[in-house]
């Protein structure tokens, strides 16, 4: 049988929530304050720290950029990191990664106060999603994917997933927060053998490598649902995804383009969790956790 994907278009989703929050916004007689972190000159993390505070600036946030050195000590980031914790003018603290070769990204990220973080990468917001708890804060890349999931009415109780990648900030979550709605989980990885096979039976296919399009149509069921997290350049520089578009797109009833799909998403999910967080430290949202 052959389908007609419906290609999920993921700058619109995204405009949508930004227009929705800035209206939200509008109304705060004070503005959120997200501060960002970045440690040395990784190119490609200045140009995403430059988006972010850009993104924040447009939605009438305050935004706080700290530029630390490359040879920034452990005392002098911990430091950072306490005294903005301490600040109760700052709402959501984002530590861009990767971090300059001396410094250890758990031990950082783990000292950032749940409450302000925006990541939502701390072990103790972690900790909450594995256990099928409600975090301060869902990582912004899985909760676009779930938001996505949601517009789209797709049905995930007792649908078989499966997750292709394991990482902390993508992989994980988005597999605890499949299980969490039920869906029978299969998490694969680089030592994964039979990948075929699984993603074959796989009703809705969530992929996270950074390998260039190796996932190909014949690997996918018809009618599966199928997100495309990959963002990797090929050998001309155009931006490509784990996904072979082109014979996927055959297969699935719904799918997420390379560029224009999740990318969108994660950035408007970090405003999301910002003015969130904003709205939990001024009392202005009661939740049970
Ligand atoms: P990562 O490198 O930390 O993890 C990659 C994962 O892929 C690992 O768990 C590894 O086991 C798995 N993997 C690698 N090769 C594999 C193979 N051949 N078969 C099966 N599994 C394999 O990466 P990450 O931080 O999770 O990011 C993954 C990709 O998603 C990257 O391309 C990254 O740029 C992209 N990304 C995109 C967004 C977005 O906003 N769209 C956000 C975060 C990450």
Redesign the pocket.
């Given at each position: 049988m052959r389908f007609m994907p419906n290609i999920i278009d993921g700058k619109k989703i995204a405009n949508d929530i930004i227009q929705d929050l800035k209206n939200k916004v509008s109304i705060l007689k004070e503005k959120p304050t997200l501060c960002v972190i970045i440690a040395g000159q990784n190119e490609a993390s200045k140009i995403y720290v430059k988006n972010k505070i850009k993104k924040a600036q447009e939605l009438g946030f305050n935004s706080i950029l700290k530029e630390l050195d490359e040879n920034v000590t452990k005392e002098e980031l911990f430091d950072t990191i306490r005294t903005l914790n301490n600040d109760e003018n700052i709402n959501g603290i984002l530590l861009q990664l990767p971090l300059p070769k001396h410094l250890s990204e758990k031990d950082f990220l783990d000292e950032i106060s749940p409450v302000k973080d925006v990541d939502g990468f701390n072990t103790y917001n972690s900790g909450k999603l594995f256990k099928g708890e409600k975090p301060y804060a869902i990582p912004?890349?899985p909760k676009?994917i779930m938001g996505v999931l949601k517009l789209y009415d797709v049905q995930l109780e007792g649908k078989t997933s499966i997750v292709?990648?394991?990482?902390?900030?993508?992989?994980k979550p988005i597999a605890s927060l499949l299980l969490k709605e039920n869906a029978t989980v299969i998490q694969?990885?680089?030592?994964?053998k039979n990948?075929k096979e699984l993603t074959k039976i796989a009703d809705i296919v969530v992929s996270?490598?950074?390998?260039k399009e190796?996932i190909t149509g014949d690997m996918i069921k018809d009618g599966a649902v199928c997100i495309d997290?990959?963002?990797?350049r090929d050998e001309n520089g155009k931006i490509k995804?784990?996904f072979e578009f082109n014979s996927i797109s055959k297969k699935a009833s719904l799918i997420t383009p390379?560029p224009g799909?999740?990318?969108p998403?994660?950035?408007a999910n970090l405003m999301v969790n910002t003015y969130e967080l904003y709205l939990l430290q001024k009392g202005l949202k009661n939740e049970k956790r």
């Open positions: 912004c890349t676009g292709i990648g394991r990482s902390n900030i993508v992989g694969a990885h680089s030592k994964t990948l996270a490598t950074g390998q190796f997290v990959g963002i990797v995804g784990d390379v799909g999740i990318g998403l994660t950035i």
